[in-house]
Each structure stands twice: as C-alpha cells, then as structure tokens.
C-alpha cells in the first residue's frame, strides 16, 4: 500500500501558518498607521453611469428616393424564391409612397391579416374592455342542481390549478368559477354549456380540418380553454374538436359532477348568475395574439369587434366589421376579401397598400389611438414570431433590433408588414407579401426586408 510521505502535511501546515502571521503583521501594520497602507494598487474605477432614454428621431433625417430603393432592391426583389411578389414601401413621417411592385394586386396575407383585425379592435373597443365568462343556474325547479357554463367569448379560461401558471397571462381560471359556485348553496349535480353566443360555423371557409390536431386552430365557440390546446403550456400542442364541451367538462370534474354528463344548454339559462370570471384586458390579449400569432385569439376578438359594432358574432359578422372600421378610418381597402379575422384562410385577399396602410397609420401622426399596435409588432432576431429571424446572413442581421414587423406564413406564402429605421434615421413602413414562393421563400423575404435598415437610399 502505498502512503502520502509525512512531511507533505507539514509543509502544507508551515505554509498555512506562516501566512497567517503574514496577515496578522500586516493587519497590525495598518492599523498603526492610522488605516492607511503603502502597498500600491490599482486606482478605484468610477462608479458605473448608464442614462438609458427615448431619443427622438430628427424630422430632417433623409427620406429614401424612389430610384434609390429600386436600385438597392433589384436584386433580392428578382429572387425566384419570391414567386409573386408585391410590395409597398411608405414614409412613416408624411405617408408618401417610396416604392411599390404590384401593390395593388390582391394577394393571400397569411397571418398579416391580424394587423388589420389589432387596429379595429383598437379603434373600437376600450383598452381595458374585459371578456366575462359566468355561470348561471339552470330552472331549479325543472332542472334542480344544474348549472350551466356560459360563454362570454374569452377562449383564454384556463383550468390549470391557482399554482400553475397558464398559457395567456392573466387568464380567468375554471377553479375560481368552482369556488364561486361552491360559495352560492347551489348543489351542482350536473353541467350544460351555453354556446349560443357565437353563431353560424365554427370553422372558416379555406380552413383545413387537419389544421386542428395540426395546433394552428379549433373550432371557434365561445367558451374553450387556452384557445382549445390539449396540452395547456405546450407552443406545438394539438388543439381540441370539442373547445366548449371541454370547458364544461373541466368545470363539472372541479364541482366534483360526472364530466361525461355535460352537455349543450337547449337554450337560455334563466335562473341567477352564480359566478363569473374576466379575462386580461383587451390590450393585453392584444399584445399576447399579436405576438405569437394566436389564430384562436384573432378570431374571437374580431367577434368582439363585430358585437360592438351591432353584427352577429360570427365569421362574416367579423371581417364586415374589421373592413368597415378601417376604411372609416381613411385606410384603402380596395380589393380587400376576407373571411376570416386571423389571415389562416387561403380564401383571404388583401393588397400590400391595404396592409402597408394600417401600418403606416399606427407609425404616423394621423391615428394616435393606433400608436400602441407599433409596440405590439415583434422585434427582429428578439421577440415573438420574429425572435429566430434577421440573425444570420450579412443582409438581414444588421436589421436585428432595428425592424419590427407581423409575420404570414402559409404553404407557398409569405409575407410581412411593419416598421424600420433606416440607417440615416428615417422610420418607413412597409409591406411585402409573396405568393407561390419557392423553398427558400422566407429567406428570401427577409432579405428583402433587410435592405431597409442599411440601404442608404437617400442618394
């Protein structure tokens, strides 16, 4: 066996001790000294400064000429990935067109559309406009111990525990509307849902079924838990067929009632509210939809919109509503075809002066109470459906930061509307939309937006 040579250790102890009366000689040094040490060492450093601000943009930062940006955008606009391409390009400032390519031409938006659906919304609703979800109780003496789960609109009801956090901030919760019930004598003994709110189908024209299990969508009622997903917290969870019912069911499995007896209400209530629940403010959802780009979210808002406007609560309700508020507000809607409020449709048209024009709206000085929907575009290689793009090729990471924008992504289409500072500090907005795109066509169309930030077109 072998064995650690003694005189190691003590070596090891001699070197302990001899620092520690170094240490105690030259404590006692400066403490003769009156504190101070002739030791030399480095000078202190300043303390930190930072004086973090909003810095405005000087109103005489160049504006992009015409012939510059067709020159600086020939070569990305004759890639083949694009397919059919149009495109506008618009000073925030004075609202005066810079450059277009086919932009009046109607072209599928994709998820583009839900920038039109925001600034309805925004000009219609109240910021803090909440969506109630209630419970009521059936005719008791009818129907003794049943309840029923009326929708309010909000698909954002959650049943996760008060412990667990749920998809959508802020989000209303089964288990209060169960304590509420609990907490009004009646003794549930069986759950119906009321649906009725929303009317005429739940699925889109130009919506496909497998889109559903896909977890782009489900069926649009109007009581669903997080937006119909099966696996609450899950960004690629399938969705549900059955939103509404599995709302009931939750409701009936948290008062402790058969969930496999839920069914719909055959009408109307009719007996007292016993509970009720809202959900976040409107411009929250707002935010949280526009970010991820919640098709689910999209559509019932557009219902909000339409109820506020005297129209049925339904698809066409939706974008009659959404149409009629945009153009209202001075915003061309030439060639508009809509029908539905989240762009998922392949039936949807829209042009890129539509889609430019709502952007350039919320940018300029004309539609302050569009201001906030700049704030909700997600940020370039930093946040929501943009966080993983314009961080790579030399032609678009320069934008990271720098370029906001709402993203559409259909099979062969792509597309983005949103704001950019130029490099000389102009602010433009803009509007590209690409139908029969090639392999590469995101790419592609992020190249094309990358040319802004850096093209100094002011030449």
Not at 29 to 46: I, V
Not at 235 to 251: V, Y
Not at 257 to 263: E, G, I, K, N
Request: a neutral charge; hydrophobic letters at 45%.
């Amino acid at each position: 066996m072998l064995r650690t040579p003694r005189h190691r250790s003590h070596l090891v102890l001699a070197g302990a001790v001899i620092a520690l009366v170094a240490a105690v000689v030259a404590a006692a040094a400066l403490l003769t000294s009156g504190g101070k040490s002739n030791a030399l060492g480095p000078p202190p450093r300043p303390p930190a400064a930072s004086k973090p601000a909003l810095v405005p943009l000087a109103d005489s930062a160049a504006v992009p000429t015409t012939a510059g940006m067709t020159g600086a955008l020939a070569a990305a606009v004759a890639n083949p990935n694009l397919g059919d391409l149009s495109g506008r390009i618009t000073d925030a400032r004075t609202g005066n067109q810079i450059w277009e390519q086919r932009a009046g031409v109607p072209m599928q938006p994709a998820s583009t559309n839900k920038v039109l659906t925001t600034a309805a919304a925004m000009l219609t609703l109240d910021r803090n406009a909440r969506v109630t979800t209630t419970v009521q109780a059936a005719d008791q003496t009818r129907m003794p111990g049943v309840i029923v789960l009326v929708g309010g609109g909000d698909p954002t009801l959650s049943a996760a525990p008060p412990s667990e956090n749920t998809w959508y901030r802020g989000a209303a919760r089964i288990s209060d509307l169960a304590d509420q019930v609990r907490k009004s004598g009646v003794k549930a003994t069986a759950v119906q849902v009321d649906n009725s709110l929303f009317s005429g189908p739940d699925m889109a024209p130009g919506w496909d079924p497998d889109d559903i299990a896909g977890g782009d969508i489900a069926p649009i009622q109007s009581v669903m838990l997080d937006a119909g997903r099966t696996q609450p917290t899950t960004l690629e969870s399938r969705r549900s067929p059955t939103p509404a019912l599995d709302a009931g069911r939750a409701l009936a499995v948290a008062l402790g009632v058969d969930p496999a007896r839920v069914t719909y209400a055959p009408g109307p209530a009719g007996g007292r509210q016993l509970a009720s629940v809202q959900s976040a403010p409107l411009m929250e959802r707002l935010r949280q939809m526009m970010s991820a780009s919640d098709n689910v979210m999209a559509e019932t808002i557009g219902r909000e919109v339409a109820r506020a406007t005297g129209r049925p609560s339904s698809f066409a309700g939706s974008v009659d509503a959404v149409i009629n508020k945009l153009a209202g507000a001075e915003i061309d809607m030439t060639g508009a075809s809509l029908v539905d409020s989240s762009g998922l449709s392949v039936a949807n048209l829209l042009t890129a002066t539509t889609l430019d024009g709502v952007v350039n709206a919320a940018a300029g000085p004309d539609q302050p109470a569009l201001r906030p929907m700049v704030d909700m575009l997600p940020v370039a290689g930093g946040s929501g459906t943009l966080s993983d793009r314009f961080l790579g090729a030399d032609t678009t990471k320069s934008s990271a930061g720098w370029l906001r924008a709402k993203t559409g992504s259909l099979t062969k289409t792509n597309s983005l509307a949103g704001i950019v500072t130029d490099a000389s500090g102009r602010v433009l907005t803009f509007a590209f939309i690409s139908n029969n795109a090639g392999i590469s066509g995101r790419t592609a169309i992020d190249e094309l937006a990358g040319i802004l930030r850096t093209c100094g077109c002011a030449s």
